[in-house]
DNA sequence: TCCGAAAGTTAGCCTAGGCTAAGAAGTGAT
DNA sequence: ATCACTTCTTAGCCTAGGCTAACTTTCGGA
């Protein structure tokens, strides 16, 4: 005779408090990724990372940018010489890596259970900020499951 | 003889910048969607929802929900009788609707994965902002699948 | 060498989303 | 009816992350 799915009751306040707390925190951290992962993937094609061109495929202003990046140097995770692009520190490029990594994960995961390359990258790009540890290492062995088992 | 793991080339400059605007779009609606969520949840529990237990269950200040509430107003998705709690508009309701269908989704998805209950609610409370609507139609199919197959 | 185009910075503006502190306004129990 | 408590709002502040417009600096080709 239930003809709703079974209302879940509300977690503990607490526990809600903390989950969004923690939601807010990957938000503000989430630019910082995704700046060093794009400097690091110019620098890796181009040999070098511009202001310019971070612009355009960030697909913001050049203003914007430089302000970013001011933040991105007085957290000590990159440095400018003007006209000559944009460098990482060593606590920028390992940002940059975990990023990198995280990110391509996600995508072959995405592509993994389903979803079309394309709506992969483009999902991802917002996921990979939001996936725990825990999650990262349940995605692996999603991977290796299926690879294994075929 | 290969000993690093291919370098994907960067993607087309547009489609990059095209990515991270609609990144951008989803960060924007994020706080409106976990509002109206919790508060169709409060109203279905309590029977109404108090300005107070948002900003408990949000882990924010009273005063940080009376500046967002003014927003989900201004944006006519709910309404407020001051001492006697909020509701929602219409728009609100919907909008709430499917928030909550996605969580739920989320979460069921990331525990079929593997993910521990606790950390799968932690990481969909992020996550569901940023699967499109392939990914959750994605998410629907590898559930259905599971459970045929067994 | 010079000079226009490209690159970068600066100034000034905006909104969202946070905060604290203080005050106003209901509510309910005596 | 009163009054303490709770709820809510207001004022004033902050940072991140956007923008445009105007300016400065560098680079490179003629
Ligand atoms: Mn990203
Ligand atoms: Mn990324
Ligand atoms: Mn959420
Ligand atoms: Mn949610």
Redesign the interface.
């Known amino acids: 005779m239930r003809r709703t799915p079974a ?1 879940r ?3 503990p ?1 607490e526990d ?8 807010r925190e ?2 503000r951290t ?1 630019t910082a990724e ?1 700046y060093v992962e794009l400097i690091a ?2 620098l ?2 181009d040999g070098e990372a511009r202001a310019v ?1 971070i612009a ?5 202003s050049q203003a914007t940018v430089t302000a970013t990046i001011g933040r991105l140097q007085r957290d000590g995770l990159v440095e400018t010489k003007p006209y000559r692009g944009l460098f990482l520190t060593d606590a920028g490029r390992d940002m940059a890596q975990a990023a990198k990594a995280r990110h ?1 994960l996600v995508v072959r995961f ?1 592509i993994a ?4 390359a394309e ?5 991802a ?3 990979e ?4 540890e ?2 990262l290492q ?2 692996e ?2 991977l290796a499951a299926r690879k294994a088992g075929g």
């Open positions: 209302p009751p509300l977690p306040a809600q408090a903390a989950r969004f707390a923690r939601q990957a938000d989430a995704d993937d110019l890796r094609a061109d355009r495929r960030m697909g913001v391509e995405l259970v389903g979803l079309d709506t992969a990258e483009q999902d790009e917002g996921i900020h939001h996936a725990s825990a999650a349940a995605f062995r999603f």
